[in-house]
């Protein structure tokens, strides 16, 4: 294949709360980490696209590349919701791919308040957070509530998620949340919006992560063995978007943009899902993951519950899903999220993820959707 | 006396008075059969420029529903938060928008309960002015 990209290198910084450390320091700290891992340094950067949602502003992939010193490379900022490190990565792809550069740099930073988005964020009108129908939860519950009532998932089935999410936390050091929550304690805890608990949802926080992309050729230099980004696809969503950020909508049958996503990713890397050793997915609340697990052809549609009550998608199963705890123990640095999916799908193909290691691990698969319709879906490879 | 003014321009017929002849509008486009709430020149579906204008029944019934137990975020006044019924409601035409449900409590609402549009005054903009608002109301 022409121009393949490969990755040679990848950072994070700790999801979490860190009110002494600015969007940009939570960057340099995942790209300082990304570059070491690919044995180069930042002068050897040809491009760099940056993600960010939350504390957006036109400088900010700039002033992040700053702090390594003036340089007169191309730096993009890349905005798309909770997909913005998936479409940064595309970019990033995209310019590898196209054969000028070798070596492009792809970050994702955020900082975000604690509790609920702001509204503008997840692209809802004034009037839509005046009458409160911009709680994105909301939108979730009652997606939650068709599945539930069409193919008779159940609440412990979901509940049974955010167990699982936050087991596989209790073994990532960068994860927010490293504390397991029994099926019980997930089912008793506050109702937020119906039938959908707190601990069912993922929280905004702060947090970055980084990828040093090269052409094939480029990468025979620094490593042996880089992970090959086998696909990268980034669509929205077609009519109706019945979710967070819209108000209206037809039933046309139009495919979800999760299953538009996947197909092009399929398609372009030449893997089904059967090939798959693990997948890293958009568990924006409990429910999303049954959900998308289905959208992404994993597994038929109302088998993504018992998927889950079965052990299919725990670690040690046949297709683990979030091994890294998924956002509902890392939380969801909105801007960082999809690069940290990244980072754990590398480390798994590198055979690097100690106590939550996938055995045998050869392909996998990362999934993000967003307001607004954005959706990502990459296929990585050894 | 204070002027009312729809919730967002293009969305509600004219005129505002009297409310009970106001009726949600938008557009059904001619190619596909699609509908979508809103003035437009084309079609959100399929982007046919073949629409036309279509006023929306005023009945219909819970497509998908739920229960805001947690004040959303501001600029929603948060000191007179109450939990309220919300639902994804599907007209009579097919149109599916999301609203406050009321005339009914937290625990009332289920898949395919007929509602009706109860349209009111939702706040007060910067103007002092009563901005009226979409709401459905439970028929029972």
Not at chain 1, 167 to 192: C, D, I
Not at chain 1, 337 to 351: M, W
Request: glycine share 10%; proline share 6%.
């Amino acid at each position: 294949m022409a121009n393949e990209a490969v990755i040679t290198g990848v950072g994070i910084h700790k999801f979490g709360r860190f009110p002494n450390m600015s969007v940009e320091e939570l960057g340099k700290y995942a790209i300082d980490m990304a570059l070491a891992d690919a044995h180069i340094e930042f002068k050897d950067v040809q491009a760099m696209f940056l993600s960010n949602s939350g504390t957006i502003y036109p400088g900010i992939g700039p002033k992040t590349a700053f702090l390594f010193g003036r340089t007169t490379i191309p730096i993009v900022n890349v905005e798309a919701a909770c997909s913005g490190g998936g479409a940064c990565l595309r970019m990033a792809q995209m310019a590898i791919k196209q054969g000028e550069y070798d070596i492009v740099l792809a970050v994702g930073v955020e900082k975000q308040p604690k509790g609920f988005l702001a509204p503008t964020i997840s692209g809802y009108e004034p009037w839509q957070a005046l009458a409160g129908l911009d709680e994105n939860p909301m939108y979730w519950a009652m997606d939650a509530r068709l599945h539930m009532a069409k193919y008779g998932t159940t609440i412990e089935q979901i509940a049974m998620v955010s167990v699982k999410n936050h087991k596989n936390g209790v073994l990532n050091p960068n994860a927010m949340y490293q504390k397991e929550t029994p099926l019980e304690e997930v089912l008793k805890s506050r109702v937020v919006c119906d039938p959908l608990t707190l601990l069912m949802f993922c929280a905004p926080n702060d947090g970055a992560a980084a990828v040093v992309l090269c052409s094939k050729k480029a990468a025979r230099k620094y490593t042996k063995k880089p992970v090959i980004l086998a696909s990268c696809a980034h669509r929205m969503n077609p009519y109706p978007e019945f979710g967070v950020g819209n108000y209206f909508g037809y039933k046309t049958g139009n495919k979800a943009v999760t299953t538009l996503a996947a197909e092009e990713a399929y398609e372009k890397a030449g893997i089904s899902p059967e090939d798959l050793s693990f997948v890293e997915l958009q568990d924006t609340d409990a429910s999303g993951e049954i959900l998308f697990s289905e959208e992404l052809l994993l597994f038929k549609e109302g088998e993504g519950g018992p998927a889950v009550s079965d052990g299919v998608t725990e670690l040690g199963g046949r297709l683990p899903i979030s091994t890294d705890g998924g956002i509902i123990s890392k939380g969801e640095p909105v801007g960082a999220s999809a690069l940290g999916q990244i980072y754990e799908a590398v480390v798994q193909l590198r055979g690097q993820a100690g106590k939550r290691q996938v055995a045998n691990a050869k392909v996998g698969l990362c999934h993000v959707r967003g307001a607004l319709g954005h959706s990502c879906v990459t296929i990585l490879k050894i | 006396m204070a002027e009312q003014v729809p919730f967002k321009e293009g969305l509600l017929t004219t005129p505002l008075s009297p409310l009970e002849n106001v009726r949600l509008k938008g557009i059904k486009c001619r190619a596909c059969g699609s509908l979508a709430l809103g003035e437009s020149k084309y079609c959100i579906n399929c982007t046919s420029k073949d629409v036309e204008s279509y006023v929306f029944s005023k009945y219909g019934k819970i497509y998908s529903h739920t229960v805001i137990r947690h004040a959303p975020p501001p600029p929603y006044p948060q000191e007179s938060f109450k939990p309220f019924p919300v639902a994804w409601v599907e007209l009579d035409d097919g149109l599916v928008l999301v609203s406050e449900i009321t005339g009914c409590g937290l625990d009332e609402l289920d898949f395919g309960k007929r509602v009706e549009l109860d349209l009111g005054k939702g706040w007060v903009d910067d103007k002092g002015n009563d901005v009226i608002m979409y709401k459905f109301k439970l028929i029972k």
